[in-house]
């Protein structure tokens, strides 16, 4: 059974336990800042690449709708030809690869050739002819500059049957567009809404081309695609690591802003920070819990050598085998057996000495004015011889226990100065004449009787009272006042007080 031992087990356990409770801390803090993190950045990555590209969109967009606007070039009257030579202007000034122009029949001539070729089959122009609003193709290569190309197509303004206007957007350019990274974790790339002779939507399986998957409802994500809603999951790609693909529908467009965020990449010096936080945490934890048991094995080993000493004199009785019990019912042992030497064990009241260090120390400490009341216990000896000390035993308890009921304020100190003799200390009055009617009924309370059937014999009790002044605050010379004012009750015939007269 050893304190500084049983304390540094505790103090272990909940180290560790307050260690555990600061990773957990840690980890779920920084995940969650991570998270929050990781939202702004794709929000941020979104609304940038959204206006680059519809920056791109834009330019082309304004250009064919004053193209359409003028009534030259949409002219049906002249010939493709012809009306090609007033849009070549157009395209040398804005630096576009092709611009052309069909008829409603889909014939049409560019700026990069003369010839007249029909594009009535192509899925842009049926779309703009069909329903009268901008059409964006799928990618297209281009002899021209050898690279591929979007193709914009518009229907001429308010003129049902003049056919189209379009214009090239170079894939370079739209790809420079989706080249903003605030982080290099991020990667962003078009996604067609382009579907097949099935009406399934073909770029699931571009989707799936160089990804592993753990769960990819396909039609979902057609059905979210063809309905034009943001949506994102979760993949595990080819070199086994977390990705989070978000598909953004982009305004005036048919495509789909992909961006494709690395877990493993975001997170790795992120990741390096957390355990270098948590390292420092355990550190910490270890070097705090090694000074608190150093502190302890130095507070406690007294108390350990008292136990160790305390044995030989009270044996350790309790037979459980929890120490912590064990250690308990030994101290409860000490603890009563050191009561016995500081209160009464009949009355329950400080002894005489412990009553004396317990008032000087309160009459030096409070600055107020005390009485000091010696209660002699009349009667006692006729009890006794008369009766038997049990009796007397009995009405000592009675007694004591009247005194400690009518001073029950916190600041009032209550002892045993002899077998019939109590003291008590107080300063729970206002001014003397509070204090002369409070020992009136005190008297009266104290008033009783004790009988064995037979024969009946009353008690009461003679007081005498010392008061505090600028001259007298020792309690030991208060006690001599205050029994010499007992005398005086006795020789008024007990059962009533007295206070002490200086002479």
Same mark, same amino acid.
Request: aromatic share 10%; net charge positive; with cysteine.
């Given at each position: 059974?050893?304190?500084?031992?049983?304390?540094?087990?505790?103090?272990?356990?909940?180290?560790?336990?307050?260690?555990?409770?600061?990773?957990?801390?840690?980890?779920?803090?920084?995940?969650?800042?991570?998270?929050?993190?990781?939202?702004?950045?794709?929000?941020?990555?979104?609304?940038?690449?959204?206006?680059?590209?519809?920056?791109?969109?834009?330019?082309?967009?304004?250009?064919?709708?004053?193209?359409?606007?003028?009534?030259?070039?949409?002219?049906?009257?002249?010939?493709?030809?012809?009306?090609?030579?007033?849009?070549?202007?157009?395209?040398?000034?804005?630096?576009?690869?092709?611009?052309?122009?069909?008829?409603?029949?889909?014939?049409?001539?560019?700026?990069?050739?003369?010839?007249?070729?029909?594009?009535?089959?192509?899925?842009?122009?049926?779309?703009?002819?069909?329903?009268?609003?901008?059409?964006?193709?799928?990618?297209?290569?281009?002899?021209?500059?050898?690279?591929?190309?979007?193709?914009?197509?518009?229907?001429?303004?308010?003129?049902?049957?003049?056919?189209?206007?379009?214009?090239?957007?170079?894939?370079?350019?739209?790809?420079?567009?989706?080249?903003?990274?605030?982080?290099?974790?991020?990667?962003?790339?078009?996604? !067609?809404?382009?579907?097949?002779? =099935?009406?399934?939507?073909? #770029? /699931?399986?571009?989707?799936?081309? $160089?990804?592993? @998957?753990? %769960?990819?409802?396909?039609?979902?994500?057609?059905?979210?695609?063809?309905?034009?809603?943001?949506?994102?999951?979760?993949?595990?790609?080819?070199?086994?690591?977390?990705?989070?693909?978000?598909?953004?529908?982009?305004?005036?467009?048919?495509?789909?802003?992909?961006?494709?965020?690395?877990?493993?990449?975001?997170?790795?010096?992120?990741?390096?920070?957390?355990?270098?936080?948590?390292?420092?945490?355990?550190?910490?934890?270890?070097?705090?819990?090694?000074?608190?048991?150093?502190?302890?094995?130095?507070?406690?080993?007294?108390?350990?050598?008292?136990?160790?000493?305390?044995?030989?004199?009270?044996?350790?009785?309790?037979?459980?085998? !929890?120490?912590?019990?064990?250690? =308990?019912?030994?101290?409860? #042992? /000490?603890?009563?057996?050191?009561? $016995?030497?500081? @209160?009464? %064990?009949?009355?329950?009241?400080?002894?005489?000495?412990?009553?004396?260090?317990?008032?000087?120390?309160?009459?030096?400490?409070?600055?107020?004015?005390?009485?000091?009341?010696?209660?002699?216990?009349?009667?006692?000896?006729?009890?006794?011889?008369?009766?038997?000390?049990?009796?007397?035993?009995?009405?000592?308890?009675?007694?004591?226990?009247?005194?400690?009921?009518?001073?029950?304020?916190?600041?009032?100190?209550?002892?045993?100065?002899?077998?019939?003799?109590?003291?008590?200390?107080?300063?729970?009055?206002?001014?003397?004449?509070?204090?002369?009617?409070?020992?009136?009924?005190?008297?009266?309370?104290?008033?009783?009787?004790?009988? !064995?059937?037979?024969?009946?014999?009353?008690?009461?009790?003679?007081?005498?009272?010392?008061?505090?002044?600028?001259?007298?605050?020792?309690?030991?010379?208060?006690?001599?006042?205050?029994?010499?004012?007992?005398?005086?009750?006795?020789?008024?015939?007990?059962?009533?007080?007295?206070?002490?007269?200086?002479?």
């Amino acid at each position: 059974m050893n304190i500084s031992h049983s304390i540094r087990k505790k103090i272990i356990h909940y180290t560790l336990l307050c260690l555990g409770l600061l990773i957990v801390f840690n980890i779920s803090y920084w995940s969650y800042n991570q998270y929050s993190n990781i939202h702004k950045l794709l929000s941020r990555n979104k609304a940038v690449t959204e206006n680059n590209v519809a920056t791109i969109i834009s330019k082309h967009t304004n250009l064919l709708t004053a193209i359409s606007n003028d009534d030259i070039v949409k002219d049906t009257s002249l010939l493709l030809t012809q009306r090609i030579e007033i849009v070549r202007p157009y395209q040398e000034a804005f630096n576009i690869e092709i611009l052309g122009i069909s008829d409603i029949k889909g014939n049409a001539v560019t700026t990069y050739s003369d010839s007249i070729e029909n594009i009535s089959y192509r899925r842009y122009f049926q779309q703009a002819i069909q329903k009268n609003k901008l059409a964006i193709s799928n990618l297209i290569y281009s002899p021209i500059s050898n690279s591929y190309v979007y193709i914009i197509c518009k229907a001429f303004t308010n003129a049902d049957d003049s056919g189209t206007i379009f214009a090239s957007v170079s894939y370079s350019e739209i790809k420079n567009a989706l080249a903003y990274q605030e982080n290099t974790s991020i990667r962003n790339a078009i996604l !067609n809404n382009c579907r097949d002779s =099935n009406n399934n939507c073909r #770029n /699931i399986k571009i989707l799936k081309s $160089d990804k592993l @998957y753990s %769960s990819l409802d396909s039609k979902q994500i057609s059905k979210n695609i063809t309905n034009k809603k943001t949506f994102n999951y979760y993949t595990i790609n080819n070199n086994y690591q977390l990705e989070r693909l978000t598909l953004t529908p982009l305004k005036n467009t048919p495509w789909y802003l992909l961006t494709t965020l690395n877990y493993n990449q975001y997170l790795k010096d992120k990741f390096t920070f957390v355990i270098i936080n948590i390292l420092i945490s355990i550190l910490a934890s270890v070097g705090l819990g090694f000074y608190l048991m150093k502190k302890v094995s130095i507070i406690t080993s007294p108390i350990d050598d008292f136990i160790k000493e305390s044995t030989g004199i009270i044996p350790i009785q309790s037979q459980s085998k !929890n120490d912590n019990i064990v250690m =308990n019912h030994h101290f409860n #042992n /000490i603890i009563n057996t050191t009561k $016995d030497g500081v @209160y009464c %064990s009949r009355t329950n009241l400080l002894n005489r000495k412990y009553f004396i260090q317990h008032a000087n120390t309160t009459i030096q400490k409070y600055l107020n004015d005390f009485a000091l009341l010696f209660i002699d216990l009349d009667n006692l000896k006729t009890i006794n011889d008369t009766l038997g000390h049990h009796y007397g035993d009995d009405v000592i308890a009675m007694f004591a226990q009247h005194v400690t009921s009518f001073f029950n304020h916190p600041t009032d100190l209550i002892g045993r100065f002899g077998g019939d003799e109590f003291i008590v200390l107080t300063n729970n009055y206002n001014k003397e004449l509070d204090l002369i009617t409070k020992l009136q009924k005190l008297v009266v309370d104290l008033n009783g009787s004790v009988s !064995n059937g037979t024969l009946t014999i009353p008690f009461s009790a003679s007081i005498g009272v010392a008061l505090t002044d600028n001259e007298t605050r020792d309690i030991e010379q208060l006690i001599i006042n205050a029994d010499k004012a007992v005398y005086d009750s006795k020789k008024k015939g007990k059962n009533c007080y007295s206070f002490y007269i200086r002479h």
